[in-house]
């Protein structure tokens, strides 16, 4: 592994240092795969660039598809979520859709 691989902590790119100073995974939580997906959606829609090359991906289908995906998690969880995290998706869905139109629309 070279060491323009390992992030600030020394760890593999998505790696974290546990107490113990161990490279470890952070844990998954509603919130962590909620902007997980938000994150997908954006670089689909070239709001964020590619991590390695600095390009930006415009995929119209490739970020409705993350965005149907949040969608159909905000109507699966009704109810089960507490107020942030019913928060958290709802604001997420309601900007991305937002920021599709105005892609679609080529604003």
Known sequence: MTTEQKNEKGCPEGGMKNRQGDCVM?????????????????????D???????????DLELARHAIDTLAMLEE???????NEEQDLIS????????????AKSGR
């Open 48 to 58: 964020i660039p590619h991590p390695e090359t600095g390009q930006k991906v415009f």
């Open 91 to 102: 604001r997420v869905v309601y900007e991305l859709k937002m920021r599709f139109i105005k």
């Open 76 to 82: 699966k969880t009704k109810g089960n979520l507490d």
């Open 26 to 46: 952070p844990t998954v939580s509603f919130t962590s795969f909620i902007l997980s997906l938000n994150t997908t959606a954006l670089f689909h829609l070239g």
